[in-house]
């Protein structure tokens, strides 16, 4: 007989046909149930502050963000659609966007301050060319990502933005290591195709 083993506090089968516990807390919460609402917080919090960081590297910012996050849950928890995908990879989604914006957010006030102090002083404006490249940059990635199919995506994101392994990513999505392994490679060719990276 199969046991079960945890994996971010997540009860998980040891097959690998991961049962979605997020996807059911999501389900709850979009009925206005606190409690699950609690628990969603308690299990995906840590995860979902890693990834805003690794974003936005400010730790107050991030924060911010992760309550901004959750209370995003809270009010749009009934637009999950469990049959499009994991609750885990929904709720990274919607913490990366929030990261992206902000940094996009934050990228247009340095800019505005920047041009504003090159055109009191008359420097050469290379390090705002530079800012702006980045973020189109980022802006592009996000597109190309939006473009891949919704399996290569879901592994591309858990495996970046949310920091899994390859095995991990396998267990939470209850599919064979192999076909982890193809998504992910497939995924990152197409997404070398529509960024037009040659190597």
């Not at 999950?80 to 913490?95: D, E, H, L, S, Y």
């Not at 990366?96 to 340095?110: E, L, M």
């Not at 290379?126 to 973020?135: G, H, I, N, P, Y």
């Given at each position: 007989?199969?046991?079960?083993?945890?994996?971010?506090?997540?009860?998980?089968?040891?097959d690998g046909?991961?049962?979605?516990?997020?996807?059911?807390?999501?389900?709850?919460?979009?009925?206005?149930?606190?409690?699950?609402?609690?628990?969603?917080?308690?299990?995906?919090?840590?995860?979902?502050?890693?990834?805003?960081?690794?974003?936005?590297?400010?730790?107050?910012?991030?924060?911010?963000?992760?309550?901004?996050?959750?209370?995003?849950?809270?009010q749009s928890?009934?637009?999950?659609?469990?049959?499009?995908?994991?609750?885990?990879?929904?709720?990274?989604?919607?913490?990366?966007?929030?990261?992206?914006?902000?940094?996009?957010?934050?990228?247009?006030?340095?800019?505005?301050?920047?041009?504003?102090?090159?055109?009191?002083?008359?420097?050469?404006?290379?390090?705002?060319?530079?800012?702006?490249?980045?973020?189109?940059?980022?802006?592009?990635?996000?597109?190309?990502?939006?473009?891949?199919?919704?399996?290569?995506?879901?592994?591309?994101?858990?495996?970046?933005?949310?920091?899994?392994?390859?095995?991990?990513?396998?267990?939470?999505?209850?599919?064979?290591?192999?076909?982890?392994?193809?998504?992910?490679?497939?995924?990152?060719?197409?997404?070398?195709?529509?960024?037009?990276?040659?190597?």
């Amino acid at each position: 007989m199969l046991g079960r083993m945890v994996i971010d506090g997540m009860d998980v089968p040891e097959d690998g046909s991961a049962h979605d516990a997020v996807a059911d807390l999501l389900l709850a919460v979009s009925s206005g149930d606190q409690a699950a609402f609690a628990k969603l917080y308690d299990t995906l919090s840590q995860r979902v502050f890693g990834l805003i960081l690794r974003v936005l590297v400010n730790r107050s910012q991030s924060e911010e963000v992760l309550q901004e996050v959750f209370l995003e849950i809270w009010q749009s928890a009934s637009r999950f659609a469990p049959n499009k995908g994991q609750g885990r990879t929904w709720v990274m989604t919607i913490a990366h966007r929030r990261a992206v914006d902000r940094v996009r957010s934050s990228q247009s006030s340095t800019d505005r301050d920047v041009r504003a102090g090159l055109r009191d002083i008359g420097v050469a404006h290379d390090s705002v060319a530079e800012q702006v490249e980045l973020s189109i940059e980022g802006e592009r990635v996000t597109t190309a990502l939006s473009g891949l199919p919704d399996a290569q995506r879901e592994a591309i994101v858990l495996a970046y933005y949310g920091g899994y392994s390859q095995n991990e990513i396998s267990v939470l999505l209850g599919a064979p290591l192999g076909t982890i392994k193809t998504r992910m490679r497939d995924g990152l060719t197409r997404l070398r195709t529509a960024l037009g990276v040659t190597a």
